[in-house]
T-cell receptor
């Protein structure tokens, strides 16, 4: 069966420090991968998505970047965190095709202090 | 433009009563509709989806949703609410226009089931 792992679960980082959040998927190949941010426990904002290795699409201009160095690995990064980067970050994967749902990771709570 | 709306920020219902969480959509072509639930500090969990076929879709935890094409709605329902159903619920539609199968999520509805 397919599983998705996301870590760490919580992170407190000072302003100006770098960030690396990792997400890996097991039990499938060539998944579509997504990074979302959820602010204030409500709406979901799509940050990045990837349909293949090295293929990253950015949805909004921001202080973050994403990479997909391997088929089932998706990394969210920042060189210098801002206070506004605080939030709940969610990784998700899906198969290609409109009828497939998403499977979400358990999320990372990032607090920038 | 494709969109999905959840008109209620919060829905309160007494335990044992039926519950409805509303969702309306606007898409070009056939809609692919989904419901997800999120418990505090957790990722979203898939509840059910409508792709084609029967307008009443049954999903996890006793939830069901009714697809209504004329009203462009996909309301989530449960005949008898449990306190444990209290959570944040998201409706989503596939963004077919972009060709990438991304979701368009609603803003979420917080369900509170009162004992």
């Amino acid at each position: 069966s397919q599983t998705i792992h996301q870590w760490p679960a919580t992170l407190v980082q000072p302003v100006g420090s770098p960030l690396s959040l990792e997400c890996t998927v097991e039990g499938t190949s060539n998944p579509n991968l997504y990074w979302y941010r959820q602010a204030a426990g409500r709406g979901l904002q799509l940050l990045f998505y990837s349909v293949g290795i090295g293929q990253i699409s950015s949805e909004v201009p921001q202080n973050l970047s994403a990479s997909r160095p391997q088929d089932r690995q998706f990394i969210l990064s920042s060189k210098k965190l801002l206070l506004s980067d605080s939030g709940f970050y969610l990784c998700a994967w899906s198969m290609t095709g409109p009828s497939y749902g998403y499977t979400f990771g358990s999320g990372t709570r990032l607090t920038v202090v | 433009a494709q969109s999905v709306a959840q008109p209620e920020d919060q829905v309160n219902v007494a335990e044992g009563n039926p519950l409805t969480v509303k969702c309306t959509y606007s898409v070009s072509g056939n809609p692919y509709l989904f419901w997800y639930v999120q418990y505090p500090n957790r990722g979203l969990q898939f509840l059910l989806k409508y792709i084609t076929g029967d307008n009443l879709v049954k999903g996890s935890y006793g939830f069901e949703a009714e697809f209504n094409k004329s009203q462009t709605s996909f309301h989530l329902k449960k005949p008898s609410a449990l306190v444990s159903d209290s959570a944040l619920y998201f409706c989503a539609v596939r963004d077919m226009a972009s060709g990438t199968y991304k979701y368009i999520f609603g803003t979420g509805t917080r369900l509170k089931v009162l004992a």
